[in-house]
């Protein structure tokens, strides 16, 4: 994409004062900006990258592709854009989604709007003129509200090694991949961390390396893709009932088409468990999780869903000693699932080493290597696949102040706290896409994007034709929600592991349950909201 941004005078720069500013230009940014676009508001959106695409312009390591199907993990806003795009495979890869934003950009005249190379920097609310004025790389602009379409999984993890300035290797972060690549042909490369990123490169890394040498910290469960070119005959049921897909979709619990089992694991025989894990398995994909309906709730019926894949890892790795390391003590999905294409089969290869770092921690990156247990694993590349300061990090790298110059960091030092991931007492005119909170991680992003944005488009729309100037979140509201957030996940397994969904990932980060489970009751939340003029929040005339 050409770099326009430097070539003419800013939107804002010509404009001076905006309705709204939206930070990011990924999915959630750019579906903004349409809908506040086609309202008649002045609207641009600020990115920090040099193309749009958010996750889908940074995350280019080998492997990268969503673990969402393809026709699912796309936008429904627009039926035309729905039976127009072709998708090829089952699940999209990274470089296939990121043309799709393009085109959706193009199609829908965005980019006009949207100032790439910018970097916000702060954002301040004036009680005063009840603006937000919000201050870039590249100059101050003025705007009534502030829009977050900064992702939840954006901000990168990557951990304060001792020594890696030392290192006369190359590194790399899975999440900042280098646009052109890079050849691993030859090299003896090691892989730090074993969640989906690495999952997914793995495999692409060990035939091209000379060596692979994994650091493993927690081992993962992973289910097969089982990828391939998408069925034309799928694809045309999808074509010929769009709306009823959709909304069928929309009903389920992670607002993704899981084909859910209503049956409980523990009230199924053995047989029925085999022959519903069986079937699962052959058909690839994080349906899995939706196997049994007890199978998040219950640590027994987890259990068997957990024996269930320790013993493929077992049939398929084929050191006993390796397959029994990278057997994960976890409840399964408590952690993101992962789905893989050849991830176990690696460990069979000559070429990769498992390093287990799970009982100590990696001592430091050497001139040389990596040494970890005493012993120094020489290296020429090292690739971080250590993920992200996921929901928050993204939000609180920016200096954001509400109202009497409080800053969201200090709002949210003992973890994030919002009324439904989509605004914050104290700031005014502020909502956050899929913020904390909200469905987001645990959901399908994009139907949990669209929802958001129309909500919020919604929102702006009401507040003009009312006459409203600012719209802010009780902390009662805020209180009563966020109690909400933590019941619903406190009656599931999911707060029983060290998970980017509780922040564990990130040394010193509060542990909060930061997802929102459920995203039929979401939705319907949401709406109720609305139909009842925005209770929760308030509403003034005035800033
Ligand atoms: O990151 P992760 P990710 N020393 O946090 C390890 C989405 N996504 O980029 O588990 C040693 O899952 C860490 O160990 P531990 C998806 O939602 C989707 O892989 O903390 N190791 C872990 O093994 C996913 O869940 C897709 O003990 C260290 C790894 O690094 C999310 O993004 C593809 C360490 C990080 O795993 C994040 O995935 C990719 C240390 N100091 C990503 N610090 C698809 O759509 C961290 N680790 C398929």
Not at 218 to 223: C, E, R
Not at 334 to 354: A, I, M, Q, S, W
């Amino acid at each position: 994409m050409p770099d326009r941004a430097r070539a003419k005078p800013s939107e804002s720069e010509r404009l001076g004062e905006l309705d709204v500013l939206i930070v990011g230009a990924g999915f959630a940014g750019l579906y903004m900006l349409h809908r506040l676009r086609s309202a008649g508001l002045e609207a641009i959106a600020y990115e920090a990258g040099s193309g749009i695409g958010g996750t889908w312009f940074w995350n280019r390591y080998p492997g990268a592709r969503c673990d969402i199907e393809s026709i699912e993990y796309s936008y429904q806003f627009s039926e035309e854009l729905q039976r127009d795009w072709e998708w090829s495979e089952r699940y999209a890869t990274q470089p296939e989604i990121l043309r799709y934003v393009e085109h959706v950009a193009e199609r829908f005249d965005l980019l006009p709007h949207v100032e790439l190379n910018t970097r916000v920097n702060s954002a301040t609310f004036d009680e005063t003129t009840g603006r937000w004025s919000v201050e870039t790389d590249r100059g101050v602009v003025s705007a009534q509200f502030c829009i977050m379409a900064t992702g939840c999984l954006s901000s990168m993890n990557t951990p304060d090694f001792k020594g890696l300035d030392s290192f006369k290797g190359s590194w790399f972060h899975t999440g900042r991949w280098p646009h052109e690549g890079v050849d691993f042909t030859d090299q003896r490369v090691g892989m730090i961390g074993t969640g989906s990123s690495a999952i997914q490169s793995i495999p692409l890394i060990a035939q091209e390396a000379s060596h692979l040498t994994v650091f493993q910290r927690t081992a993962s469960y992973s289910v097969p893709a089982h990828n391939g070119p998408l069925d034309p005959e799928r694809v045309r049921e999808f074509k010929a009932d769009i709306a009823g897909f959709r909304e069928r979709n929309s009903q389920l619990p992670f607002g993704a088409g899981f084909k859910l089992n209503l049956a409980k694991a523990l009230e199924s025989t053995s047989e029925q468990r085999q022959s519903e894990y069986d079937e699962r398995w052959a058909t690839g994909g994080l349906g899995f999780v939706a196997a049994f309906s007890d199978l998040l709730i219950d640590r027994e019926a987890n259990d068997t869903a957990a024996e269930f894949l320790l013993q493929k890892i077992r049939e398929t790795v084929k050191d006993a000693a390796v397959a029994e390391l990278l057997s994960p003590d976890l409840v399964v999905g408590c952690k993101r699932l992962c789905v893989d294409t050849g991830y176990f089969e690696t460990f069979n290869r000559p070429n990769v080493t498992l390093v287990d770092v799970s009982k100590a921690p990696i001592e430091e990156i050497t001139r040389n290597g990596i040494r970890a247990n005493g012993e120094e694993y020489e290296l020429d590349a090292i690739v971080f696949a250590t993920g992200f300061d996921a929901m928050t990090g993204a939000l609180l790298s920016i200096d954001i102040r509400g109202r009497g110059g409080m800053t969201l960091r200090e709002k949210w030092a003992e973890g994030p706290r919002t009324y439904l991931g989509l605004g914050v007492a104290g700031f005014p005119n502020f909502f956050t896409i899929t913020g904390p909170g909200s469905p987001s991680v645990l959901s399908n992003m994009i139907p949990s994007i669209e929802q958001h944005v129309n909500w919020i488009a919604d929102c702006v729309e009401y507040m003009r034709e009312h006459d409203y100037a600012c719209i802010e979140a009780t902390e009662e509201a805020q209180d009563a929600w966020v109690a909400h957030v933590n019941e619903v996940a406190n009656g599931t397994l999911f707060p029983t592991c060290n998970s980017w969904y509780l922040g564990a990932n990130v040394p010193g980060k509060p542990r909060v349950f930061m997802p929102y489970l459920g995203f039929p009751p979401y939705v319907q939340k949401c709406n109720e909201v609305a139909e009842k003029g925005y209770e929760g929040f308030s509403l003034d005339s005035a800033g």
